[in-house]
């Protein structure tokens, strides 16, 4: 297999991003930056071979330079929302940025998203990757310990786009890492209502109107929310008030990536599953996302794409009762993910 490295542009400071191009025989090309850890296309065939990017993005840095939310990036220290923007850790009281109301979203003003990731490209003979690092230092966004952070990229021959990531920290802190693809499996012309979801989960978080888990978990029997089996999306959006943006928590049967969900595009025969060792999935069906300028001149538009975020749930640090986010120094975080793509 193989790795293209060229120059993707420049940063304020002078700084260069990088692309990179990985490529297998089955007629998938994955581009990434190490601006933010971002995958800029997905190059995938349909059934008859022919080629469409699935994913949303920009055609250059500065898009991706410009405020936009999170369009194919990694997410941290904290993916999702911390309620009121502040924790507890050790008889401390964290304050982190107010950035979505009077909560914390996404890490923060400048999260991992906005910088620049050491990488090191490489192929051999059935994987190409980029192994990419970070270190991000004590306070940053207000969240306590350096870390270090390692975001593993790799492209297989069984079209299998895995995402690796480990991170130890010097000081107790808490941890919640994902990456935030916007998928549309018919390359972005029509909103996701022509797409099929499953998520094989019986129970998720509960939120408040501003997002925040109120505590409780909700077992799920039916409705627009039960996506356990296969679903038109198109018929299931329309149920609910705003498109989906829910934490589903996934029955998990074995240690190690789980299958947690799976799209498919009908009409072109597209389908991506997901598995991960994460303990829940947020499926956002870009509700928020309006008046950007995409690649190749799109309007995006609500529902024009989804996102399956592998993640523990939002608000952790103020919720004990929630799987734990603490890193502690002694502590190795592990996360992989795995994106399959095929054709049926
Ligand atoms: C996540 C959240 C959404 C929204 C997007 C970014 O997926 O769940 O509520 O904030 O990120 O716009």
Request: aromatic share 10%; glycine share 10%.
């Amino acid at each position: 297999m193989k790795v293209e490295t060229s120059v993707f542009g420049r940063l304020s400071n002078q700084e260069e991003a990088q692309v990179f191009t990985l490529q297998n025989s089955q007629g998938i090309t994955v581009r990434l930056t190490n601006l933010g850890g971002t995958i800029i296309s997905i190059l995938a065939p349909d059934r008859k071979g022919k080629l469409e990017d699935i994913v949303l993005g920009f055609d250059s840095v500065e898009g991706y330079l410009n405020p936009h939310p999170y369009i194919g990036t990694i997410v941290g220290r904290y993916a999702n929302r911390i309620g009121s923007a502040k924790f507890m850790l050790d008889g401390t009281e964290y304050k982190l940025a107010q950035n979505a109301g009077k909560n914390h979203l996404h890490g923060g003003m400048k999260g991992y998203d906005k910088v620049l990731w050491n990488s090191s490209p490489y192929a051999d003979l059935d994987r190409a990757g980029i192994m990419m690092s970070y270190h991000s230092y004590d306070m940053e966004e207000g969240y306590p310990g350096n870390l270090k952070v390692d975001v593993h990229f790799s492209l297989n021959e069984a079209s299998e786009l895995t995402i690796e990531y480990c991170a130890t920290t010097d000081k107790n802190t808490y941890l919640n890492l994902t990456h935030h693809g916007y998928f549309n499996l018919n390359g972005a012309r029509n909103t996701i209502y022509d797409h099929e979801i499953q998520i094989n989960a019986g129970a998720y978080v509960e939120t408040d109107a501003d997002l925040i888990p109120t505590g409780k978990i909700i077992k799920l029997k039916g409705g627009p929310l039960d996506l356990r089996k296969m679903k038109s999306i198109g018929t299931e959006i329309v149920k609910l008030e705003n498109g989906y943006d829910h934490c589903y928590i996934i029955d998990r049967i074995k240690d190690g990536p789980e299958l947690a969900a799976a799209v498919y595009h009908p009409s072109s025969g597209r389908k991506m599953e997901l598995f991960t060792t994460e303990p829940a999935v947020q499926f956002y069906s870009s509700n928020f996302l309006t008046g950007l300028q995409g690649k190749g001149n799109f309007k995006y538009r609500k529902h024009l794409a989804l996102c399956l975020e592998a993640q523990h749930y939002p608000d952790s640090p103020n919720q004990p009762h929630f799987p734990s986010t603490l890193l502690k120094p002694d502590d190795i975080y592990r996360q992989k993910t795995i994106h399959k793509f095929s054709v049926e």
